[in-house]
Structure formats: structure tokens, C-alpha cells
């Protein structure tokens, strides 16, 4: 099992940049893929970007392709989300997730979640 904290959200002006960060503890992070998700008030959760177990593999939704970037160090057990160029439409509440099996867009895969932190953009 594997704990996911993630921290460093904010309130920052359109065109702004933050950057996110996802500590877990527990054994074998290497052995999960990961990946961020985020959720906006009244919307669904939606899949942002996800990375493979030895950070070689990334993928992004087509809303936050390049202006993020995601990141991993599995020696310190921490994934990163990178996010330059922010619009308002980026204000959610922001999630990291692990997964075991495979590399997914859905949130359903994902076997652990952290508790997420706020990102708020204004325009």
C-alpha cells in the first residue's frame, strides 16, 4: 500500500506558473505508475497527465499539453507536476494517483489517491 500527500497549490494570476508535489511513503513506488488528475467544481474528475514506472513514458491530456509537465524521482519517492501559462479554466482541485497494472486516462485503475490540493487561477 502507498500513502500520496500532495502539496504546493495556490492562488496565482493567469499566465502564472506552480508546481505541485506528491510525496508517498510505503514500499516499491517505482513499481506504480503515476499520474494527476484534477477536479473542478460541478465537473467530473479529469485525467491531466501520467508518467511510467521509470519516468521514460509520459503522457498529457490535450488541455494541458505543453504548458505541463510531469516528473518523477523514484529515489525520493515524489512525483512533480510542473505547470506554466495557467488559465482560470485550471482551477481545480488537483489529485495524484498510483496504479499498479497500466498506464491510464480513467480514473478507475488508480488504487491510491492523496487528498488532493487546490490550485485557483484568476484571470
Known amino acids: 500500500q502507498v500513502q500520496l500527500v500532495e502539496s504546493g497549490g495556490g492562488l496565482v494570476q493567469a499566465g502564472g506558473s506552480l508546481r505541485l508535489s506528491c510525496a508517498a511513503s510505503?514500499?516499491?513506488?517505482?513499481?506504480?505508475?503515476m499520474a494527476w488528475f484534477r477536479q473542478a467544481p460541478g465537473k467530473e474528475r479529469e485525467f491531466v497527465a501520467a508518467?511510467?514506472?521509470?519516468?521514460?513514458?509520459?503522457s498529457y491530456s490535450d488541455s494541458v499539453k505543453g504548458r505541463f509537465t510531469i516528473s518523477r524521482d523514484n529515489a525520493k519517492n515524489t512525483l512533480w507536476l510542473q505547470m506554466n501559462s495557467l488559465k482560470p479554466e485550471d482551477t481545480a482541485v488537483y489529485y495524484c494517483?498510483?496504479?499498479?497494472?497500466?498506464?491510464?486516462?480513467?480514473?478507475?485503475?488508480?488504487?491510491?489517491w492523496g487528498r488532493g490540493t487546490q490550485v485557483t487561477v484568476s484571470s
Open positions: 494517483a498510483a496504479n499498479s497494472l497500466s498506464e491510464s486516462r480513467r480514473s478507475v485503475p488508480y488504487e491510491y
Open positions: 510505503g514500499p516499491s513506488f517505482r513499481r506504480y505508475i
Open positions: 508518467i511510467g514506472w521509470i519516468g521514460t513514458g509520459t
